[in-house]
């Protein structure tokens, strides 16, 4: 038997090196980008800057209000998104059996996400603000109050396009409970709903905290949908109103105003800015706060999802 | 005075197309040790899930004909099946302890049926672990996480559990098949003394452990009974060709 | 005799407990409250569907089908000339689709194709060549790449992008489909990386093991073995990747220079259907033809993923049933 010396795969190789190449290239890319982002904007951070209003149009002051408004948005969002996104998952985990309408919802929740964004403004501009809005202003005789972009509308647009993201999470965190402990909780004699609660859910926790991280990171991040629900460039007072029960008063966000928001507010300096030379380091710093903002949400999300994927696999 | 706790009439049992149990019919005595015995695949451990209708949580399977406990037929469309799985208790193969406490563990079955007090609910959980001969090795570990025992007091642990909704029928599913023979004879042991008190049926596929631990034994081929009788007949002088074969090891 | 007593004791036996009528209904009422939630992304679909449509279709109230087409107009000699322009706001309101179609093909195709190319290398650098322990710190961090907000990308091609660009190419404008594509890329890339790496890890290794066993190098098996059997979810990654890159808004925005014109010229800028709703919604009055003409471009936006996405998740589908070893 002859044993050919080895033939070098010479285009394997170079195939091969070029993929690494690809990916490296990519990486370098990334990091150039960001680098980029933190050494122009890093100069303008400061506690001012993060809590200020801005000032002369936006040639100084901070973005104070742009980080409040996207909290309170994304706060109400979370409000509307993690409680139904949860019980859904929870229904197609738990409950429902294959059959066609289940994989029909399915079909749908993968839809979900996959509409553009605009599509999402549009969407809250006709259903929420001039349906619903409308329909409530109608019923409770409050004039043009809930008929127009409000703060309610942008987080209950956002909640609707984060709902697949919560639902997905969830369906992970429940499936990833073992089969053999609902078993256990069945044979003990415990209803299906006594189960889900007592052993199913605790399990699935953190999986859902990491849904609901990811969920906000998304919406902090979404600026097409809002444009027209309510975002605002500059606005005088925050949207806060006083909760009144007699002289007992408390702040609370006010759902009816319009708001100033973080990534909005990043699009139109760097679009309509009338000074851009004297604007741009703040633009840097916006952006930077916003990628920060971001990125920590969501090495936190992984971080969490890691450390449970672990300990379950120990299991 | 042999007196009968389950009577099973004619008991099909189909996974879609499939039919996996063909037309069993046998009755079990209370507090005795019933074992069932066969092949892979041959149908025990589908057939003692119908024992406490867990089959209901597959999809498409489907079951027809009798099973009496106690002369009630549990395949009965109005029976309360939630109820029935507390009175005929099950332990798995590989334990199942829920990442709780031990104790936390014990007292899942009794407050899930509403016992609060947690001086009755003490009761239960020192009284199920002795009953599981596991009381003296956990008794300072009650809050120590269930999993952090080893694997033959995590399976007498599961036996506890089922002991503390007070189950008048234990079914076993190979309750020792994932243990050290430390372990296991504990746990035969332990199932010699619960047949004083409980109605015990045990699949597995361990001949010699059926020899050992039960008074009647049955044996399954391909979803069909081929033998029931008597444990010490079953080994000695089987009535059938198939039983002989297997038990002599000519197949398995 | 035995039989007798066995079957008398059914009527006191505590076998026999009937399910109470109280945690029937109970169970059944928290079934119920759950498959309600359940729906709800079913329904929420149809909504955007219904409402879409219904101020969408508004614009056909005085604006025919074919004006979405194109404008016949008399030009000022006499003679009749067929225009195709987004301009509603002249005085003669041109609803053409044509020239945001065009845009939003200039940019999404030139995007999906480099992210094509660079995304499913990813992909197999990931699955096939990176050792597991790189493995486990790269897969998180296309996740952070994936979660940059576009607005952030937009800003960076914006500002940093198009005067690279423009020194490099010297393009005729320096805000065009070119720049944007590259933008565009940033958000798909990941995507497909991503889907291509777990349709790779997914074919078993039995396969691989045969490949060399049978004397293939590493690059053969990939690229013989491997990639063929992968097809139908690289594929579907790729079709998920063109959808996003037709949706996408702020990143075309930004950096695609917002003009309407037709042509093939990558250099040139152009205005994407999602932009042009962007940029005017905030300018229309509720109501108005123009307005309702937006919603139009809305519904056929939403038609073509739509339509994208229920491809790519059937290809996945019968990938997964192929797949079950």
Known sequence: MELKRRKKDYMGNISLGLIRATFIFLVVILFLLLGKIFVEGIGVISPEFLLDSPKNNMTEGGIGPAIFGTIAVTFLMILFAVPLGVCSAIYLNEYATDSFFTRIIRTSINNLAGVPSIVFGLFGLGFFILFIGKGLDDVLQTGLLFGQPALLWASATLAVLVLPIVIVSTLEALNSVPKSHREASYGLGATKWQTIRSVVLPQARPGILTGTILAISRGAGETAPILFLGAAFFLPNLPIADFCIGDYCIPMINPTEQFMYLAYHIFIMATQSANPTKTMPLQYGATLVLIVLTFLLNITAIIFRYRFRKILGKL | MKETKIVVKDLNLYYGEKQALKNITLDIPAKRVTAFIGPSGCGKSTFIRVLNRMNDLIDHVKIDGEVFIDGVNIYDRSLDIVNLRKNVGMVFQKSNLFPKSVFENIVYGPKINGIRDKKTLDEIVERTLNQAAIWDEVKDRLNDNALSLSGGQQQRLCIARALAVEPEIILMDEPASALDPISTAKIEELIHDLKKEYTIVIVTHNMQQAARVSDQTAFFYLGELIEFDRTTTIFTKPSKKQTEDYITGRFG | ?325
């Open chain 3, 1 to 325: 005799m035995e039989e007798k007593e066995f079957y008398s004791k059914s009527t006191s036996s505590k076998y026999g407990k009937k399910i109470g009528r109280l945690t029937r209904v109970k169970e059944s009422a928290i079934k119920f409250f759950f498959a309600v939630n359940g729906t709800m992304a079913l329904i929420f679909i149809i909504l955007i569907f219904v409402f879409l449509f219904k101020e969408g279709l508004r614009a056909l109230d005085h604006i025919g089908l074919i004006d979405f087409l194109f404008l016949d107009r008399a030009a000022g000699d006499g003679t009749v000339e067929r225009v195709f322009q987004w301009y509603p706001t002249s005085e003669e309101p041109r609803y053409s689709l044509i020239p945001l179609i065009i845009g939003t093909l200039l940019t999404a195709i030139p995007a999906t194709i480099i992210s094509t190319l660079l995304g499913v290398g990813a992909g197999i650098y990931l699955s096939e060549v990176a050792n597991p322990k790189i493995k486990e710190f790269l897969k998180p961090m296309i996740e952070l790449f994936a979660g940059i907000p576009t607005v952030v990308l937009g800003f960076i091609m914006l500002v940093v992008g198009a005067s690279f660009f423009n020194d490099l190419l010297h393009p005729a404008n320096r805000l065009n489909a070119f720049v944007a594509a590259i933008g565009l890329s940033f958000v798909i890339i990941p995507i497909i990386a991503s889907l291509t790496e777990d349709a790779l890890h997914s074919i078993p290794n039995e396969l691989r093991m045969a490949s060399y066993g049978l004397g293939a190098t590493k690059w053969q098996t990939i690229s013989k073995v491997i990639l063929p059997a992968a097809f139908s979810g690289v594929s579907a990654s790729i079709i998920l990747g063109f959808g996003r890159a037709i949706g996408e808004t702020m990143i075309v925005l930004m950096c695609a220079g917002n003009a309407a014109n037709i042509t093939a010229n990558i250099f040139l800028s152009v205005r994407t259907m999602t932009a042009t709703i962007a940029a005017e919604m905030g300018e229309v009055s509720q109501g108005s033809d123009h307005y309702y003409s937006l919603f139009f471009i809305g519904i056929v936006l939403f038609t073509i993923t739509f339509f994208l996405n229920l491809i790519a998740e059937i290809i996945i589908n019968k990938m997964r049933k192929k797949n079950t070893f």
